[in-house]
């Protein structure tokens, strides 16, 4: 590795120690505990291989395949609103035009979010998938929260100051996290130690994942894992990324390690027999037949 590149990743990684160690605010006992055994199928914005990433059709086919988890993204509108959607703007993923922050709830309502799906993959395209909305965080939290728990992503860099107070004031107000809530109901994840210390001075009990780039994979070795695991209960990473001994390392540490994106059995049963505690794919039922082939290897997978 270049001298140069080594010194990146070596200021990242202690950017994110100094945040989380040297302000000392971090509790170990607030951190809690997930069954490191237990093995979850994450739908990576619904079972967005299949349907319209993000929309109610993607979060009912993820139900329908046996996810355990839902995964989406967060943006906000003009006038302050949490909608799902993986890019800054509609452009890729409606028929509309635009920064969702520039465009108010009501527009964002108006746009048709499925069309684009059917238009790029026809051989999957559905004719109820034309004019399917973008959904609010409320609206999925409100009709998914029995049947799903929420695998959150908040994007770095977090483009909403109020972002984090907003989420912690819904997740609250819908009763998906609380005092008498199991922990593990909803989960936040960012590569961002920043977004992730802020929901920690919200509300110490939300269990972390601290998502790890590309370029700083190499740098998380043991004592970083260390770092990690005094305020998040796992990591999630590029499988293209992991090795086994990174997988080792991490387990040993209880940390659960959640790959993503992967779409292909084999990589899956690489993954499960590496010790994965979760996979983050497109196909949440491929993923369950993998599960059904590999049960005696998921120890605590029911
Ligand atoms: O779970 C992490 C993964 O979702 C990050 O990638 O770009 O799909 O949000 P992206
Ligand atoms: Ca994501």
Redesign the pocket.
């Known amino acids: 590795m270049e001298k140069r590149t080594y010194i990146t990743i070596m200021l990242a990684v202690l950017t994110i120690a100094a945040i989380f160690l040297n302000t000392a605010v971090f509790d170990d006992s607030d951190n809690p505990d997930l069954d490191p055994k237990q093995f979850y199928n ?1 739908a ?2 619904g079972a967005s291989g299949d349907t319209p990433e993000l929309t109610m059709a993607a979060f009912d086919r993820a139900v329908e395949k046996g996810a355990d988890y839902i ?1 989406v ?1 967060l943006q906000m509108t003009k006038d302050g609103v949490i909608v799902l959607m ?1 890019d800054e703007t509609v452009n890729r993923t409606t028929d509309g035009t635009g920064l969702v922050s520039e465009l108010t709830l009501a527009e964002i309502k108006q746009l048709d979010a499925g069309s684009w799906f059917n238009e790029a993959f026809p051989e999957k395209a559905q004719p109820e998938y034309i004019g399917l909305e973008v959904p609010t965080l409320r609206e999925v939290i409100e009709e998914y929260s029995d049947e799903l728990r929420l ?1 959150i ?1 908040i ?1 770095e860099p977090n483009a909403f100051p109020d972002l984090e107070e907003k989420l912690v004031f819904l997740l609250n107000d819908t009763g998906l996290i609380g005092e008498d809530v199991p922990p593990g109901n909803v989960l936040i ?1 960012s ?1 961002g130690a920043q977004s992730l210390y802020n929901i920690y001075l919200l509300q110490p009990d939300i269990p972390l ?1 601290q ?1 790890i780039s590309y370029s700083d994979i190499p740098s998380i070795t043991g004592d970083a894992m260390d770092s990690i695991n005094e305020y998040a209960v796992g990591i ?3 499988y293209t990324q992991i090795t086994r001994s990174f997988m080792k390392e991490a387990l040993s540490r209880d940390l659960l390690v ?1 790959p ?2 992967v779409n292909k059995p084999e990589h899956m049963e690489t993954l499960i027999e590496w010790g994965a505690t979760g996979i ?1 794919t497109n196909y949440p039922g491929v993923l369950q037949e993998v599960i059904e082939r590999n049960k005696e290897e998921l120890i605590g997978y029911n």
């Open positions: 994450i990576h914005r995964e993204d993986h695998y992503e994007k994840q590569f994942i998502l999630g990473l590029s959640h993503y994106t983050i």
